[in-house]
């Protein structure tokens, strides 16, 4: 069974940092794409970026020029750089890995970040 781990949630003010780290269990995982998602209370789950197994990413709008992903696939780990946090950015963060079409094959159960004064 294939596990991902996320971890570094919390509290943090507007406009500080945080950083993500997913780690998988398996070493297979780090040979498929993996990305990050999130979702805040009363709302569906939306896409924070995606990351290739050659560590070309992608962001929507809403995050790009603030998040960042990135991956070290020696050590099983996929991570999410988050600066200029604001209120919005308030959710439930989960890595995803194992994109087939549309579909992901792995989730991890969350971790939460909250932005707030």
């Known amino acids: 069974q294939v596990d991902l781990v996320e971890s570094g949630g919390g509290l943090v003010q507007p406009g500080g940092s945080l950083t993500l780290t997913c780690t998988a269990s398996?070493?297979?995982?780090?040979?498929?794409?993996m990305g990050w998602y999130r979702q805040a209370p009363g709302k569906q789950r939306e896409p924070v970026g995606t990351i290739l197994s050659g560590g070309t990413a992608y962001y929507p709008p809403s995050v790009k020029g603030r998040f960042t992903i990135t991956r070290d696939n020696a050590k099983k780990t996929m991570y999410l750089q988050m600066g200029d946090l604001k209120p919005d950015d308030t959710a439930v963060y989960y890595c995803a890995a194992g994109l087939s079409g549309d579909t992901w094959r792995y989730w991890g159960q969350g971790t939460q970040v909250t932005v707030s004064s």
């Open positions: 398996e070493m297979k995982i780090m040979a498929t794409t």
